[in-house]
């Protein structure tokens, strides 16, 4: 069977490293009609949108897209591009695994993670008043009303919706996330020591959650502070991370950290029936068109991508591919090598043509 999957190929390194995915994937021998779909500075630059309503459609139609990273030019009317496409489609869940490879330079081995981010809300949720504006005084007015405390008058304001619904969505997406993929552990991450009606809703809401799955996977929670300190020193000790929106993001930014960098950390954005894969990576605009960035982050997007739609063996088969290339250590970017000046360093083009060569 032949599938229909949307490509977002990016902005800066997106292209390069969209088409190394694309590469990759087709060579695996999984029949795709790749429908190419153009969001982001290229877009504004030909249609004047940042993000027309055919790529949202063609998404909606094919179910699944990959999609390359992509900045949000300053003025463009959108926060970022990337989380409107989330609001859009209501990606709720972004799962991004962790996991260390062999010869990847680390500090850390035998790491397998999983961060299971709420997408939806928190203060990614758009809703912002800017200081000075009449309505953000009137706002101001009247949180001193309600809340009998003093804010600042030149203040800005960013508000952080965190609901029930939204919160039991996540949390049973990450234990059934577990049972899936047979994990023994979900660790629920919030500050509700002091954030009591957001944290502490999501925490009480996850502990509910949480009985439902009592004696099938087990579940401890932390504070964020204290995670952030705990995955330094004993990453071992966890396994699936379910968290709110703005923790998840900056938690998993640290667990690419943990395994090697930003250049080997996949993710997808997954909705009901609907989903998105991307590196956790960005647009990178200093290495736009030079060959250069490692592809490895948006090659196992596709691995994920893969498994997604059921194609296991296919996705075995470039996975190994991956580490069997990483593991030699010869045919890998710059930032595989001792020094990031190594003269031995190759492409992305040149790496993406070394893992091809491995898929069996
Ligand atoms: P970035 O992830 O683009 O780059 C930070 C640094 O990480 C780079 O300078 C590079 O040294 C390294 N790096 C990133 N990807 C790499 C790769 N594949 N191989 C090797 N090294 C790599 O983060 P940034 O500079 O903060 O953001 C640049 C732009 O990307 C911004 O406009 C930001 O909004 C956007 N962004 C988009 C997404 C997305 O599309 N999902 C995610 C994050 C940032």
Redo the contacts with the bound molecule.
């Keep these: 069977m032949s599938h229909r999957i949307t490509l977002i190929p ?1 902005d ?2 997106g292209p390069e ?1 969209s088409l190394a995915a694309r590469r990759c994937i087709d060579a695996t021998g999984v029949k795709i009609e790749w429908e190419e779909a153009i969001a982001g500075q290229a877009a504004l630059d030909k249609t004047g949108k940042l993000l027309p309503d055919s790529v949202l459609d063609s998404i909606r139609k094919n179910k699944i897209a990959l999609k390359g ?4 030019p300053i003025g463009g009317g959108f926060r ?1 591009v ?1 989380v409107a496409i989330r609001h859009a489609l209501d990606l709720y869940a972004c799962v991004r695994p962790s996991k260390t490879y062999v010869g990847v330079k680390s500090n850390y081995k035998d790491i397998d993670l999983v961060m299971i981010r709420e997408n939806s809300e928190d203060l990614y949720a758009g809703i912002e008043f800017e200081e000075g504006k009449p309505e953000t005084k009137d706002l101001i007015s009247q949180i001193e009303k309600y809340s009998k405390k003093k804010i600042r008058p030149d203040s800005g304001i960013s508000i952080k919706p965190i609901s029930k619904f939204a919160t039991e969505r996540i949390v049973r997406f990450a234990f059934e996330y577990a049972l899936a993929f047979k994990r023994k552990k979900v660790t629920i991450i919030t500050k509700a020591n002091i954030m009591k009606f957001t944290d502490g809703l999501f925490l009480n809401t996850a502990r509910e959650v949480a009985k439902e799955y009592e004696g099938r996977v087990a579940f401890d929670e932390a504070l964020v502070d204290n995670m952030s300190m705990q995955l330094v020193q004993k990453p071992h000790n966890y396994d699936v991370l379910v968290t709110e929106n703005l923790y998840g993001d900056i938690l998993s930014d640290l667990c690419a950290g943990l395994i090697g ?3 080997i950390a996949p993710g997808a954005n997954i909705g009901n029936g609907i989903a998105v894969f ?10 736009t068109g030079m060959n250069k ?3 490895t ?1 948006m090659i196992l997007s596709g691995v994920l991508l893969l498994k997604y739609i059921k194609e296991e063996k296919a996705a075995l088969a470039l996975e190994n591919a991956v580490k069997e290339i990483i593991s030699e250590g010869k045919f890998v ?1 710059y ?1 595989f090598k001792p020094s990031p000046n190594d003269p031995s360093a190759v492409g992305t083009i040149e790496m993406t043509d070394a893992i091809i060569k491995k898929i069996r």
């Design positions: 990016g800066g390194i490293v990273p992509m900045v949000t970022s990337n960098g930003l250049g991307e590196a956790v990576h960005g647009s990178a605009p200093k290495y960035v490692n592809p982050a970017t930032d």
